[in-house]
């Protein structure tokens, strides 16, 4: 008979025991139908806002930083932003041809921008006093983009919590972890029963060592429990591994989908992923903050979906509550581009050709979309081969296209006059599904 050291066996049985409850509190197992509606979207707005837009800097992060911590406390009280339009913020949203919407309900600063019942630190106790998630919540359904929240599980400011700002670097003298969980157990459930049912819960601030993955796997299983349709991601738990956001151990860790941050996620078919990025370089509002081109703009959400993955779009709007115009613009520029070119980003996966620095690829029945950015400096473009045959070609950004198929490639070429300056687009047409042609990459 085979002996185990006592080590070995007891890590054994813990990976059993451990599994076992994942598998009996359904750990990282998402509605499948919520979870490719969501998927679907596949392009969304993400808002960073709250009393810290007075300041210019960033939420949650210049707390004791840029701004003292008694400053940046009490900034909630000139919080007045009479400029503030829910249907203005959503319209951006849907003319930008954004499917969804996550606010940050409450960031790591532990400020609440709803009326919340659990603290008075909430936006029910501002100049400005109304109810920003529920305006927003019923702006969404007017336009028919879906509604979720961003909701931090650190909170720098919540006597409760052990850690304090500057960064979560500060430990407070007397804490009580166990009840701040309850704190967050309520607040959570409060957001789903008064402007549920949400899309996502975006978790974050999961990073800090008080956050346990017994917490999170817990949050996960209360949250499901609460609304069973509820998509939520990764952070809930101990999983994501740096700003890649990639999940070590899904067994162990909840959560239903990755979310690589202020970078594109690479080629994943097998798991959900969302890349989150700024339009700017700052979360939160910042004045004359560096804005990314149209074609920056445009080349990332290629990158994305082409990879198989959603792209979570930040906006800062101001203290005056206003979306600022600039932003707003670009956005209508990507709408606009979205408006000619959507069929090949809504509702599509990626691949089969992997995204590179030609450009990427998305899928959608019998239909492949190329968008090539970087043409080679002579010559066609080359492809490895498919294991369909091509039954048709057609260049959707115009000009003509010229195309040699071999048994190891597939060349093409348009004019130089006729390729987009951003992405040109072509449509290749299988004779067959074309998500079931295995993915490959280009040398």
Not at 152 to 164: K, T
Not at 329 to 353: A, H, I, Q, S
Request: hydrophobic share 35%; charged share 25%; with cysteine.
């Amino acid at each position: 008979m085979l002996r185990l050291n006592n080590s070995i066996l007891s890590c054994f049985l813990l990976f059993v025991a451990t599994s076992c409850l994942a598998a009996e509190k359904g750990y990282s197992k998402a509605d499948p139908e919520a979870l490719k509606h969501w998927q679907d979207m596949r392009f969304g707005m993400f808002i960073h806002w709250g009393p810290v837009s007075l300041t210019g800097h960033e939420i949650g992060w210049s707390r004791g930083r840029q701004t003292p911590i008694d400053k940046y406390d009490q900034l909630y009280k000139q919080f007045n932003p009479t400029e503030f339009n829910a249907d203005q913020w959503v319209r951006i949203a849907a003319e930008a041809g954004m499917k969804y919407i996550v606010i940050t309900s409450k960031h790591h600063d532990g400020f609440s921008l709803w009326p919340s019942q659990y603290t008075d630190y909430n936006i029910a106790n501002t100049p400005f006093k109304r109810d920003v998630l529920r305006e927003l919540a019923q702006a969404c359904e007017k336009y028919n983009v879906m509604f979720c929240t961003y909701y931090s599980v650190c909170d720098w400011y919540h006597p409760d919590y052990p850690l304090g700002s500057p960064a979560g670097k500060s430990k407070k003298t007397k804490h009580n972890m166990p009840r701040y969980f309850e704190y967050i157990k309520n607040q959570t459930k409060e957001l789903i029963d008064n402007y549920g049912p949400l899309g996502l819960m975006w978790l974050d601030g999961e990073w800090e060592k008080p956050w346990t993955r017994e917490y999170g796997n817990e949050l996960y299983a209360f949250l499901k429990q609460v609304q069973p349709t509820l998509v939520i991601n990764n952070r809930v738990s101990k999983g994501r591994r740096g700003m890649a956001g990639i999940t070590k151990q899904p067994h162990l860790n909840a959560g239903d989908f990755d979310t690589p941050e202020q970078e594109i996620g690479g080629f994943n078919r097998d798991r959900p992923w969302e890349t989150n990025m700024t339009i700017c370089q700052q979360w939160a509002w910042k004045p004359n903050d560096k804005m990314k081109s149209l074609k920056e703009c445009i080349q990332i959400l290629l990158h994305t979906v082409g990879g198989d993955g959603n792209m979570l779009f930040n906006v800062g709007p101001m203290p005056n509550g206003q979306i600022e115009p600039r932003q707003v613009e670009r956005l209508k520029e990507m709408g606009d581009w979205l408006k000619k070119y959507g069929n090949t980003v809504y509702g599509t996966r990626g691949g089969p050709f992997k995204p590179g620095k030609w450009g990427a690829s998305t899928c959608k029945d019998n239909k492949i979309h190329l968008f090539i950015m970087n043409w080679p400096k002579e010559g066609p473009l080359q492809l490895p081969a498919l294991s369909m045959k091509i039954t048709d070609v057609a260049v959707k950004t115009g000009g003509t296209l010229k195309v040699n198929r071999t048994k190891e490639m597939i060349e093409l070429n348009v004019p130089k006059d006729n390729r987009d300056p951003i992405a040109t687009v072509i449509e290749l047409t299988v004779d067959g599904k074309a998500f079931e042609i295995q993915p490959v990459k280009r040398n």
